[in-house]
């Protein structure tokens, strides 16, 4: 929260989307819930290994269809990502991995900006 009101302090727009599931994260990244004048994405996740981090839920709680497992990759941005000319900015330890980062690139992304190590907890 304290991003957007900064950026907003500069004259951005801003929209935040709370993602609480994978498939929410989904129809962020395939622009199905995203404002078609977006120039940035900004993605503030937890990340390990090039991946983003997601809580796993139980069984019960996925939908139908919805990716399973506590992580999102390469291979799923590759999957579901469409944004075309979209600059993203992901602040997750380890997401500037060159596999997450070329399959940004691959599905559309102008630009993609992440951190390429882990980062101390003591700089947040």
């Known amino acids: 929260m304290q991003y957007a ?3 907003e302090s500069f004259g951005a727009r801003v929209t935040l989307h709370l993602i609480g599931r994978l498939n929410d994260l989904i129809d962020v990244l395939s622009g199905e819930d995203l404002d078609d004048r977006i120039d940035y994405l900004m993605l503030n996740f937890h990340g390990d290994e090039g991946r983003f981090c997601m809580t796993e839920l139980g069984e019960d709680f996925y939908e139908l269809n919805e990716p399973r497992g506590e992580y999102f990759g390469p291979q799923e941005i590759l999957n579901y990502c469409t944004l075309k000319d979209v600059k993203v900015i992901a602040s997750g330890c380890t997401l500037d991995e ?3 980062a070329t399959a940004f690139l691959k599905s559309g992304c102008q630009s993609y900006l992440a951190p390429d190590d882990y980062i101390d907890g003591s700089t947040i």
């Open 98 to 100: 060159k596999q997450l």
């Open 5 to 7: 009101l900064l950026l």
